[in-house]
Nanobody, 127 residues
Framework: QVQLGESGGGSVQPGGSLRLSCAAS????????MGWFRQAPGKEREGVAV????????VYSDSARGRFRISLDNAKNTVYLQMNGLQPEDTAMYYC????????????????????WGKGTLVTISS
């Protein structure tokens, strides 16, 4: 069983930055996908950025690419999301997930394919 704990959310003005952290405990897999998803009020959960814990390959959503950067500290079992140039449309609850179920043709950004989830951290962008 894997437990995930997110931190780093908060409220910033448009154009600001935040750094989210997600620490994994329990029995995190050595070769797995771990990353960030978000859900805004009234919207479906969407993938933001994920990274493979073995080869460190990263995948970003179109909205995140160029503004957000995902990184991994294997020694700490922690994944980070550096978010720059934040805009009001980035306001959402951000969740960390891991335990990707290998599926033919499955996308790492598909939230339905993850087994373990944190409780989330709220990010609010407003002026």
């Amino acid at each position: 069983q894997v437990q995930l704990g997110e931190s780093g959310g908060g409220s910033v003005q448009p154009g600001g930055s935040l750094r989210l952290s997600c620490a994994a405990s329990g029995s995190p897999l050595n070769s797995d996908v771990m990353g960030w998803f978000r859900q805004a009020p009234g919207k479906e959960r969407e993938g933001v950025a994920v990274i493979h814990t073995g080869n460190r390959m990263a995948v970003y959503s179109d909205s995140a690419r160029g503004r957000f950067r995902i990184s991994l500290d294997n020694a700490k079992n922690t994944v980070y999301l550096q978010m720059n140039g934040l805009q009001p449309e980035d306001t959402a609850m951000y969740y960390c997930a891991t335990g990707w179920r290998r599926t033919t043709g499955g996308s790492w950004l598909d939230s339905a394919l993850y087994d373990y989830w944190g409780k989330g951290t709220l990010v609010t962008i407003s002026s």
